[in-house]
């Protein structure tokens, strides 16, 4: 059932993903997270093909990482063992599962961030995050009760809107931002769109090809959700780090392989 309804959509949405235990466990995990000196807010690791002002992330763990400075590959490693040991455990099974039901095996976890995204953030152009031959597809899972009025993510069924992707070119981002403006187009739009109101312990789940956006914060909360970036193929993900000038963490570039191994960005993904 919901292979299907997958296949149609590129997206599903879970109710109570999350039980109340693992809600307990998931605050305290990030409680803690969040208490460590390599849990600093960047924007490095925004889409940088998509607006972004004051969204920020944390960066909790990647696959395949270097730095320029290798006396500092042991520390960042052991910052990221500690989601490894502490956090994961308490989602991943979760995330699992429900990719058995789809049929994907083999899963890879790519990167994990948190996001934040403050009071008066403006809303995102509607995008989708990459290239289908790359097989890569985000869980986000919130981490407080949130309303489309904090400016939760926005997810379009493909059924309505999947043939746009044909009509543009995969990367021309400013092309796709003056096909929104089109009246067809802007009621499929508003048939695609989906119910965006998610409760701490929800899970929303997306493809590389999915449209969607972020929308405008027009709470007094600072929205924060929990981010992974995952695929089940031979796709690798680099990402290089440095350090801020107050000892966080920040990604300096990210370079993503898939399909025959080429170089497919030098920027972030």
Known sequence: MIKEQFEEQKYLQFKDFLNEDEKNKLTQVIEELENHKFCNKTTSVNNQY????????????SENFNTQDVTLVEEIRDWFKISVDKLFPIVLPKVESVFRELGYDNLRLLRTTVHYIPPGEP????????????????????????????????????????????????????????????????ELLK?????????YGDAIL????????????????VRKFLHFFLTYSDTKWV???????????????SDSYFGDRSKISSGYN
């Open 50 to 61: 998509v607006e972004n002002t004051g969204r920020t992330q944390a960066i909790l763990f």
């Open 123 to 186: 809303h995102q152009s509607i995008h989708h995050d990459g290239d289908a031959l790359e097989k890569t597809f985000f869980v986000s899972i919130p981490l407080h009760d949130t309303n489309p009025e904090q400016g939760t993510t926005e997810l379009y069924n493909d059924k309505y809107v999947g043939h746009i992707r044909n009509n543009y070119g995969i990367y021309s981002w400013s092309k796709l931002k003056i096909m929104w403006s089109d009246t067809k187009t802007k």
């Open 191 to 199: 048939k695609a769109k989906n119910n965006n109101v998610y409760n």
């Open 206 to 221: 997306y493809r590389d090809i999915t449209f969607h956006r972020g929308g405008t914060n027009n709470s007094n909360i």
């Open 239 to 253: 990402d290089y780090y440095d350090f801020t000038n107050t000892g966080g963490l920040k990604m300096i570039r």
